[in-house]
């Protein structure tokens, strides 16, 4: 798979600079200043995106607009992505305080390149990508347009969250298995979005076929401009096959094959269950979760994959050879919550740790969210770990405060079918 290393752009000179001025002059060691051409293959050779020109094609109006996150510190850095027709080199965006915009806005330039054009999907497509690293304020309500002169989008507004580390409450969305059902997946959305969610965790296969890029343009079409407004992290499906489609449009930290990513005392850590060498699996993510836990003071600990280490569903059942490598982990760190997919269904375990039952907010909690429109799996064993199990097409809310987190489950028709809470000392 490809290393998908983006770039934090410089700010245009100006003097009164209402971004850099009132946030930190630090620069994230873990966001880099380039944006190269994704290759689908990690240690591939990287080739340079192309800078941002004045040059316009025949349709240069930016569509399927959406927020991305060059740095595991989602409160300064940002990226924004869009597409537009192949000719168009303007990749440009224009940002500031949503209160003073556009009088204290900015323009930031960034890179565009061509992915796709094989057999499936036609192409190629242009990806347009602009990014700003260490150079946004914490907690603060933003309003920004991209494209370029003669091509600007509608403004759009997002809000950065608290530092990390930082006590704050939240509302998270929780979802996975879109594939092939794009209208469902747009009415998840909507209804997240509704339900007024601050950040979404996605456990994979968002399209039926990853080089299939009319797949992801539906899937795109139907997110309408949440997230362009909402953060969203998503973890890498058997679905997306490590097509190059899938790094070219999103923008993930890290190799973004794994990741994680800081929201206010929320450690979000994004796995990849989908590997070319099962040495990615064993040691490569053993050694990245290890470091990234012992190295976090996060309050809440939320993990999210795509094939589950304890499912009751027997279409694919659990993942034993996941279960061997990560949950000994998760127990060390006491992990709170782990997400995945893969089974089209709604499950949630017992509280677990070291392979046995715990008490409410002692063990790990295991649940399978695959109802996002992918075709159900209804069949279920009775298993000693499982609790609920249900097929049906659902999303999850999460409320999170400091010594609690409230699941609350919900079917397509906003009917509650689950809730628990998780307890924190």
């Given at each position: 798979?490809?290393?998908?290393?983006?770039?934090?752009?410089?700010?245009?000179?100006?003097?009164?600079?209402?971004?850099?001025?009132?946030?930190?002059?630090?620069?994230?060691?873990d966001?880099?200043?380039?944006?190269?051409?994704?290759?689908?293959?990690?240690?591939?050779?990287?080739?340079?995106?192309?800078?941002?020109?004045?040059?316009?094609?025949?349709?240069?109006?930016?569509?399927?607009?959406?927020?991305?996150?060059?740095?595991?510190?989602?409160?300064?850095?940002?990226?924004?992505?869009?597409?537009?027709?192949a000719?168009?080199?303007?990749?440009?965006v224009?940002?500031?305080?949503?209160?003073?915009?556009p009088?204290?806005?900015?323009?930031?330039?960034?890179y565009?390149?061509?992915?796709?054009?094989?057999?499936?999907?036609?192409?190629?497509?242009?990806?347009?990508?602009?990014?700003?690293?260490?150079?946004?304020?914490?907690?603060?309500?933003?309003?920004?347009?991209?494209?370029?002169?003669?091509?600007?989008?509608?403004?759009?507004?997002?809000?950065?969250?608290?530092?990390?580390?930082?006590?704050?409450?939240?509302?998270?969305?929780?979802?996975?298995?879109?594939?092939?059902?794009?209208?469902?997946?747009?009415?998840?959305?909507?209804a997240?979005?509704?339900?007024?969610?601050?950040?979404?965790?996605?456990?994979?296969?968002?399209?039926?076929l990853?080089?299939?890029?009319?797949?992801?343009d539906?899937?795109?079409?139907?997110?309408?401009?949440?997230?362009?407004?909402i953060?969203?992290?998503?973890?890498h499906?058997?679905?997306?096959f490590?097509?190059?489609?899938?790094?070219?449009?999103?923008?993930?930290?890290?190799?973004?094959?794994?990741?994680?990513?800081?929201?206010?005392?929320?450690?979000?850590?994004?796995?990849?269950?989908?590997?070319?060498?099962?040495?990615?699996?064993?040691?490569?993510?053993?050694?990245?979760?290890?470091?990234?836990?012992?190295?976090?003071?996060?309050?809440?600990k939320?993990?999210?994959?795509?094939?589950?280490?304890?499912?009751?569903?027997?279409?694919?059942g659990?993942?034993?050879?996941?279960?061997?490598?990560?949950?000994?982990?998760?127990?060390?760190?006491r992990?709170?919550?782990?997400?995945?997919?893969?089974?089209?269904?709604?499950?949630?375990?017992?509280?677990?740790?070291?392979?046995?039952?715990?008490?409410?907010?002692?063990?790990?909690?295991?649940?399978?969210?695959?109802?996002a429109?992918?075709?159900?799996?209804?069949?279920?064993?009775?298993?000693?770990?499982?609790?609920?199990?249900?097929?049906?097409?659902?999303?999850?809310?999460?409320?999170?405060?400091?010594?609690?987190?409230?699941?609350?489950?919900?079917?397509l028709?906003?009917?509650?079918?689950?809730?628990?809470?998780?307890?924190?000392?």
């Open positions: 798979m490809l290393l998908f290393l983006l770039a934090c752009i410089d700010f245009y000179s100006d003097p009164v600079n209402t971004i850099t001025d009132t946030a930190s002059d630090l620069t994230p060691s966001c880099s200043v380039e944006v190269y051409i994704p290759t689908g293959i990690l240690g591939d050779d990287q080739v340079l995106a192309d800078p941002h020109s004045a040059t316009l094609g025949e349709a240069p109006t930016p569509y399927h607009i959406h927020l991305g996150w060059p740095s595991s510190d989602l409160s300064s850095s940002a990226s924004f992505l869009w597409r537009t027709d000719e168009t080199l303007g990749s440009q224009q940002i500031g305080p949503a209160e003073s915009f009088e204290n806005a900015q323009l930031v330039d960034g565009s390149f061509l992915f796709g054009g094989g057999v499936i999907g036609g192409g190629p497509f242009r990806i347009h990508e602009t990014r700003i690293c260490g150079g946004l304020t914490p907690d603060t309500a933003y309003q920004y347009r991209v494209g370029t002169e003669g091509a600007w989008s509608d403004p759009i507004i997002f809000r950065t969250p608290k530092k990390p580390g930082e006590l704050s409450e939240y509302r998270i969305g929780l979802a996975g298995d879109s594939r092939g059902a794009y209208t469902t997946w747009g009415e998840i959305l909507a997240m979005d509704e339900e007024n969610v601050d950040i979404i965790l996605f456990s994979g296969d968002m399209v039926e990853g080089a299939n890029q009319n797949e992801w539906a899937w795109f079409g139907a997110s309408g401009d949440v997230l362009a407004r953060p969203f992290l998503a973890a499906g058997n679905h997306e490590l097509a190059q489609n899938y790094f070219a449009q999103f923008g993930f930290p890290n190799n973004e094959e794994w990741f994680a990513a800081n929201y206010g005392d929320l450690l979000a850590i994004s796995l990849n269950d989908t590997v070319r060498d099962v040495n990615q699996i064993s040691s490569d993510q053993v050694l990245f979760l290890q470091s990234t836990l012992e190295n976090t003071s996060a309050r809440w939320f993990v999210f994959h795509h094939q589950p280490a304890y499912s009751t569903c027997t279409r694919h659990s993942d034993h050879e996941l279960r061997e490598a990560w949950t000994p982990i998760f127990d060390e760190h992990v709170d919550v782990v997400l995945s997919g893969h089974n089209h269904i709604y499950e949630r375990s017992v509280p677990i740790r070291d392979g046995q039952e715990r008490p409410m907010g002692e063990g790990t909690m295991y649940i399978v969210s695959g109802g429109g992918a075709p159900l799996y209804v069949e279920s064993d009775s298993e000693w770990f499982g609790n609920i199990a249900n097929p049906i097409e659902h999303y999850i809310i999460v409320d999170v405060k400091n010594n609690e987190a409230q699941f609350t489950v919900k079917d028709a906003g009917n509650v079918i689950d809730s628990f809470l998780i307890p924190k000392e």
